[in-house]
């Protein structure tokens, strides 16, 4: 099995050489070229297996050039070594008979991009392995928030792989900035970015952009590269859970093998849905995929109409990890609803650069349309729902994941569709305590205080919280984005 680029669909590379340069160099992602298929009796079978077992069913058959051994040692390092606080990696947990939560955020940052960052740097390492790389690499992660801590935990101590990660000094919560400042790790590096989200993205995407400083790194044995959300590694461990969930309804017997199940998923960058849509294309039985937005609803009206406006009122919503006007991975869902043609891709990705919008045709719109369904919440239907939620089923979810339930509620009115949900879970409430414990209770506790009152709700503090403000402070750089190669360099050589 081999991979494309959905702006070149001549190029074909293996899955090692998609992970290891994260993006094409014509600048399109790496899409694979054939989807693996799963029979309704192979489905069935997952059913009996543990969670790092239905990974390797799964990573096989995509990362075709990796051996047998490679796979299941990175899954087992993954996804055995207890750093998951719940054996079964990714639980379904039923709220009546025909919803459930796909819960992703028990690993140990307690959001979603656990289940793939756990995985990725032993693929990375492995895939380097195979492509007879020495160089060291050095992962340059720019983050809003959950993804650098993600990427820290996964990649800290890792042999022959450094990371940097750097945060927007005003961008991300009290708790979010304690869990990275406070990382462990020899091969760490993490600062704050004087500036908002973009300028700390733009500041990191120049780097990878600087030619002599990329010339500078190499010639000393370091090689740049990237852990962002585009890179094929982030996304096909991903495809995992959506099996995982089906395999967990049909063996509890909540659905018959074969029945078609809804999935909602709270979206940003579009990574996770994607993820979803990739295993549908395998087989898996899904009717709808219903995308969830917060009041950053681009994709509400891309999917309802078929023009990508991404020019538009940036909003700070108390789901901060779906506040994203460009949804990078999009892109490649649009390769596929397009038959492959990357010449069309590559033409509204321009389009997307320069004007800030496109339109795509009225057959993509109409096949898109067929698979998805674009909703969004409100801040306030947000709050609601998270009242609601636990008022009728006893059961609390963060800010993320109540933009999907409440999406699902006005897709159940507006539809009567009254199939199977499956709502997917994208992080813990202990991870955005003050704006879950606010809607419930109409409180004004801090983010700590409120972690506690969660506790005195019924549900458990993980340790990884509850001690975070006794950790010591191990990171207190913090610079201009004009400064990043140097800080970067400092870190490798100084
Ligand atoms: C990253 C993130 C999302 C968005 O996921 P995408 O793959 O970017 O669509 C949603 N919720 C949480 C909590 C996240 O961390």
């Known amino acids: 099995m081999n991979y494309s680029s959905t702006r070149d669909g001549s190029k074909s590379v293996p899955s090692s050489v998609c992970l290891l340069k994260g993006i094409s160099s014509d600048g399109g992602l790496f899409v694979p070229q054939s989807f693996p298929q799963l029979s309704l009796a192979q489905i069935a079978s997952l059913a009996d297996l543990s969670y790092s077992e239905r990974a390797y069913e799964i990573l096989s058959r995509f990362l075709t050039d990796f051996t047998e051994e490679e796979i299941l040692s990175c899954v087992n390092n993954a996804y055995n070594r207890g750093n998951f606080d719940d054996r079964s990696n990714a639980p379904v947990t039923r709220l009546c008979p025909n919803e459930s939560v796909l819960e992703l955020w028990h690993g140990p940052t307690l959001a979603f991009k656990d289940m793939a960052l756990q995985l990725l740097p032993h693929l990375l390492v492995t895939a380097k392995q195979k492509q007879g790389i020495s160089d060291d690499i050095m992962i340059l992660v720019a983050t809003s928030g959950d993804t650098g801590k993600a990427a820290l935990e996964g990649f800290c101590d890792v042999e022959g792989v450094r990371i940097a990660v750097f945060f927007p000094n005003d961008g991300v ?97 579009f990574g996770n849905i994607l993820a979803g849509y990739y295993a549908c294309k395998m087989g898996l039985p899904v009717k709808k995929f219903i995308c969830a937005s917060n009041s950053n609803n681009v994709l509400t009206d891309f999917i309802n109409t078929g023009c990508y406006n991404a020019r538009r009122e940036f909003h700070k919503t108390i789901s901060p990890s779906m506040d994203i006007l460009i949804s990078s991975n999009l892109e490649r869902l649009l390769y596929h609803l397009a038959d492959g043609n990357s010449d069309y891709i590559a033409s509204i990705m321009e389009k997307l650069k320069l004007d800030g919008k496109y339109t795509v045709t009225d057959s993509i719109l109409e096949k898109l349309k067929g698979s998805f369904y674009g909703g969004f919440a409100t801040e306030e239907q947000t709050k609601a729902t998270i009242k609601s939620t636990f008022e009728k089923y006893g059961y609390i979810m963060d800010t993320h994941t109540a933009v999907a339930q409440s999406v699902l509620e006005q897709y159940r009115a507006q539809t009567g569709d009254e199939t199977t949900a499956i709502v997917v879970s994208t992080a813990s409430p202990f991870k955005f305590p003050a704006s879950v414990v606010s809607a419930i209770e109409q409180s004004e506790l801090d983010d700590f205080d409120a972690a506690i009152r969660l506790e005195e709700l019924g549900i458990d503090q993980p340790d990884s919280l509850k001690y975070l403000h006794m950790a010591p402070v191990l990171h207190e750089l913090v610079c201009e984005k004009d400064e990043l190669s140097g800080v970067i360099f400092a870190s490798l050589f100084g």
């Open 173 to 269: 919560s009290v708790m979010q900035k304690l869990q990275m400042v406070t990382q462990r790790g020899d091969n760490v590096t993490v600062g704050a970015i004087n500036g908002n989200f973009d300028d700390a993205q733009t500041a990191v995407k120049r780097i990878f952009a600087d030619k002599s400083f990329n010339d500078l790194l190499n010639g000393r044995g370091v090689r740049l590269s990237s852990a962002n959300s585009i890179n094929w590694g982030r996304l096909v461990p991903q495809i995992v859970y959506y099996f995982s969930a089906y395999a967990d309804l049909y063996k509890c017997g909540n659905i018959e093998l074969g029945d078609q199940v809804n999935f909602v998923v709270p979206t940003g960058n």
